[in-house]
């Protein structure tokens, strides 16, 4: 993948496209269910995360293990790879981050935090989420509807652990 204008912001989802149709096929080999492929800034680095998880149970240290070394190899055949600084694999965890309509639709009636901007910078909404409207992109979380477009981000909120 060639550097374009706007750095590697503007390349996020061609690394994410381009680096999920890579390891969709190994995460479901192993029997797990991918999550989500990431591509984002933290501090000066660039993450690529593959997460992925089990539909009971979660996953354990021993199963990150097993599947960590086929996918990292699968990330260094990436075109992109000289944009990535830092790979990592493993669970969402439970207070993983919703971001696409898969997300959001299994996650009705659970819990969530919304980290959504405001007039004087932002403000967190946390309860049951209620709907999810993908035409609107909207949704609702204790009776107040959000626009995803004004969330920073949407996170699941476990009742217990």
């Known amino acids: 993948m ?19 149709a890579r390891v969709a096929p190994i995460v479901e080999r192993f029997g797990y269910k991918l999550w989500d492929v990431v ?14 998880d089990k539909p009971e149970g979660g996953i354990d240290t ?9 996918l990292n190899e699968e990330i260094d055949k990436l075109s992109c790879l000289s944009l990535i600084d830092v790979a990592e694999t493993g669970s969402p965890g439970l207070y993983r981050r919703l971001r ?13 935090q919304a980290q959504v901007k405001a007039e004087n910078g932002e403000r967190y909404v ?3 989420l209620e709907s999810y ?24 909120e476990p009742d217990e652990i």
């Open 100 to 112: 696409k309509p898969e997300h959001f639709r299994i996650s009705i009636g659970t819990g969530v």
């Open 126 to 128: 946390t309860g049951t």
């Open 39 to 52: 591509f984002e800034k933290e501090g000066a680095l660039w993450y690529l995360r593959v997460l992925f």
């Open 62 to 70: 021993d199963e990150c293990e097993e599947i960590s070394q086929p």
């Open 2 to 20: 060639s550097k374009q204008k706007g750095g590697k912001k503007n390349q996020a989802q061609a690394v994410e496209e381009e680096a999920l």
């Open 133 to 156: 409207d993908e035409e609107k992109e909207e949704i609702t979380v204790n009776g107040e509807t959000l626009k995803l477009s004004k969330c920073i981000k949407v996170n699941a």
